[in-house]
């Protein structure tokens, strides 16, 4: 790679003297999608592109397909072509609209409504497929963007836009290739991670009812019927209240009421949140009330190895309160457990609140099964499976965390690589770094 020593100032901002700028209707002609409604996929048929699925499952350029439709229904709809580029003209937000795809398969596919089609000439669409998911682009496409509760963006507004261009498919092909090379790493990534998380769910399924048992326990051969399903003879079945200690064992956050904006100040006793249990970290936040309002609320004190539970969002957000955070109160998104530690090692109940075995039990008490939220009704209803021996508890707990460990390791990668990916794709969609 060199740097390119050479400049000029243009609509899109520094670029090299010898790349241009072009509007789109300069490199190509467009054309509309012709509508495909979801009452028409079928599940074998031939592959086609919904506007939706542009701003969901396809990035950059299409991978796999994800909708198909009969021969009769494709013949009404508009045929996609190698190298075409394929637009979101309608969506729920500005950043969603104009959100762009490259065809680069030799299949038989076709287009949706408000799907914009630009076919490009003597340009690489691999190329074009990055370029036109760039901010330099981006952001045209949010000033393009019209309407409200559904915004949309049509083609006389895409042929306006402006874009940086390489001098030659050469070098264009090259860019979409050192890009596509650091993609290929984050999809493998991305694959082996989806992967070992099905391991995990299905070693917690085993693991959590002791369908398997580790070695050394695994002595007691009969098993009992419960309402979890078949678990060992000497395991018990508890429900939450029978795994905390008595006094103050369950325990929701204040009423909103009692935290309004006016009792919040800048310093002093902190106010923990869904916030933290989501970034699993106690130190962000910056919600604080005084010592008075803290001492009126302090059942609602949080301290190290309490069990909190996220009421709201995503099932299952649960953490252990670390050692050493600053003195403060959960809010009334928060539920916190005060576990018997001679009954149940908590690690144990964290790998259960991210199992299946949790889920359909919400599912179960949820009024009309709809999963909005945990409630402490909820929570009390919850029943755990628990080996005899703290010895075992902790065997398995140490098996799950060990794979969770693995996955986050992996996860870090993956993040990183994606970093890597963009800075890759400032420098050289602009270029800054050209290639040789």
């Known amino acids: 790679m060199e740097i390119g020593s050479r400049y000029k100032q243009t609509e899109v901002g520094m670029i090299p003297e010898d790349w241009d700028v072009k509007e789109l209707f300069e490199i190509g002609s467009f ?11 079928v599940s074998d048929g031939l592959p086609c592109v919904r506007y939706g699925e542009l701003y969901t499952v396809h990035h950059e350029y299409i991978k796999r397909f994800y909708s198909f439709v009969r021969l009769e229904t494709a013949k009404e709809s508009q045929k996609i072509n190698k190298g075409d580029l394929l637009f979101a003209g309608s969506g729920e937000t500005k950043e969603e609209i104009g959100k762009c795809a490259a065809f680069l398969d030799n299949k038989e596919a076709y287009a949706g409504g408000d799907v914009i089609i630009l076919s490009p000439k003597n340009c690489s669409s691999h190329f074009l497929g990055f370029l036109l998911n760039h901010e330099i682009v981006v952001k045209q496409k949010v000033q393009m963007a019209q309407g ?22 050469a070098e264009q092909n090259a860019i979409a290739q050192a890009i596509s090379d650091v993609d290929a790493l984050i999809q ?19 693991l959590l009812t002791g369908k398997r048992r580790l070695p050394g326990f695994e002595k007691q051969k009969g098993y009992k019927q419960t309402e979890l399903g078949l678990i060992p003879e000497d395991w018990d079945l508890k429900n939450i209240p029978e795994i905390v200690i008595k006094k103050d064992g369950i325990k929701i956050g204040p009423f909103g009421s009692q935290l309004k904006k006016q009792v919040l100040v800048d310093q002093g006793y902190k106010v923990y949140g869904q916030e933290n249990i989501f970034k699993q970290n106690m130190k962000i936040g910056d919600r604080f009330i005084t010592e008075e309002h803290f001492n009126k609320l302090k059942t609602c004190e949080l301290v190290a190895g309490d069990f909190i539970i996220s009421m709201m969002g995503t099932i299952g957000k649960c953490m252990i309160v670390p050692k050493k955070i600053e003195p403060g109160i959960m809010d009334s998104h928060l539920l916190r ?37 945990l409630s402490s009704t909820i929570i009390k209803k919850i029943q755990v499976s628990l080996p005899p021996t703290e010895i075992e508890q902790t065997a398995i707990s140490t098996i799950l965390t060990d794979m969770k460990t693995e996955i986050s390791t992996l996860e870090t990668k993956l993040a990183k690589y994606k970093q890597i990916k963009q800075g890759m794709a400032q420098n050289l969609l602009t270029g800054r770094i050209r290639l040789i």
């Open 148 to 169: 409200d509760a559904v915004v949309h963006i049509y083609p006389n507004n895409l042929a306006n836009i402006l874009i940086p261009l390489p001098p030659t498919e």
């Open 31 to 41: 054309k509309k999608g012709k509508g495909i409604r979801k009452d028409e996929l």
């Open 337 to 373: 457990l005060k576990l018997n530690s001679k009954v149940i090692s908590p690690n144990l109940l964290l790998h259960f609140f991210s199992s299946e075995l949790l889920i359909n039990q919400v599912s179960k008490y949820s009024v009309g099964g709809i999963m909005d939220g």
């Open 188 to 206: 493998s990534l991305e694959k082996l991670i989806a992967k070992k998380c099905l391991v995990r769910q299905g070693a917690m399924q085993e």
